[in-house]
């Protein structure tokens, strides 16, 4: 670049100093970044709002941590659910802002499902019984959003799962090797419209609701609902919240078909990322 006799830009340097950190950390809390920046937290507060409203970062519901938006980074995620996370993340929070009940985003691995976002209670007798964390592996034939995905996936992918649960002798992997089983349990979410979590698994003392979130065959992963098992059943909170529910589900749905997102790639087809040689 040419050598232009002109001051630079301080608040602009700090900004892109905020980014620059970010993208080295891939998430920070607002007191992370202060250490690794020495701005201050009023500033730097300001700073991120900023880069907010311009799309470059985004904020994790189930910690706080800010993020470098995917869309504007520069490195490949690791895989489609970073993606995921980000689209989802903002629907999420509308949708527990209307019901006042946590959701939970799942995305599938290779057999169980992994918790890749959430968001804490509006209904203040709630907190008592905390969210499973980000990276918790649910079971899929006992928890609601692998039941979903097994519903929904596609048959030689469903298989693959069952097959990898039945060379593993752990509670719940019996119901791989029962294929009338596992047959109803595909059969009842689908007329139903949803998933339920098996009454004996009892992790947390919740329970849920789940649907896929789903493009063309493929299953991205599963959004739920979820709640202290002792406040209603499962057919209750259905009746009440699975319209919305299925309303969050389409919306993420419909933002990663505009975004490009595809399951098994890295990034959705001509994203910056792409189009570098």
Request: glycine residues 6%; contains cysteine.
């Amino acid at each position: 670049m040419r050598q232009y006799q002109v001051k630079t830009i301080a608040a602009l340097e700090r900004g892109l100093r905020v980014l620059r950190t970010l993208q080295e950390m891939r998430a920070a809390s607002l007191h992370d970044l202060h250490l690794a920046t020495g701005i201050p937290k009023a500033t730097l507060t300001r700073i991120l709002h900023t880069c907010h409203r311009e799309g470059l970062v985004w904020q994790r519901l189930a910690d706080g941590a800010f993020l470098p938006s995917v869309s504007h980074h520069w490195r490949a995620p690791q895989d489609h659910s970073e993606w995921l996370a980000e689209i989802a993340s903002p629907v999420m929070e509308e949708l527990c802002e209307r019901v006042m009940w946590p959701s939970v985003l799942t995305v599938p691995r290779l057999d169980y499902m992994e918790t890749i976002d959430t968001n804490s209670p509006k209904a203040y007798f709630d907190e008592v019984v905390p969210v499973a964390p980000v990276g918790f592996r649910s079971h899929v034939l006992l928890g609601a959003s692998g039941r979903a995905y097994l519903s929904y996936c596609p048959d030689r992918e469903r298989e693959a799962v069952l097959r990898r649960l039945r060379e593993h002798d752990a509670p719940g992997n019996e119901y791989a090797h029962d294929t009338e089983w596992v047959r109803r349990l595909i059969q009842t979410t689908r007329s139903r419209g949803y998933s339920t979590r098996a009454p004996e698994y009892d992790v947390d003392g919740r329970t849920s609701i789940a649907v896929p979130i789903r493009l063309d065959a493929e299953v991205l992963g599963c959004v739920n609902l979820t709640w202290r098992k002792t406040v209603m059943t499962a057919q209750e909170a259905a009746r009440r919240y699975l319209a919305d529910l299925r309303t969050a589900a389409q919306r993420i749905e419909s933002e990663a078909a505009r975004a490009g997102l595809q399951p098994g790639l890295s990034t959705p087809p001509g994203s910056p990322v792409d189009a570098q040689p």
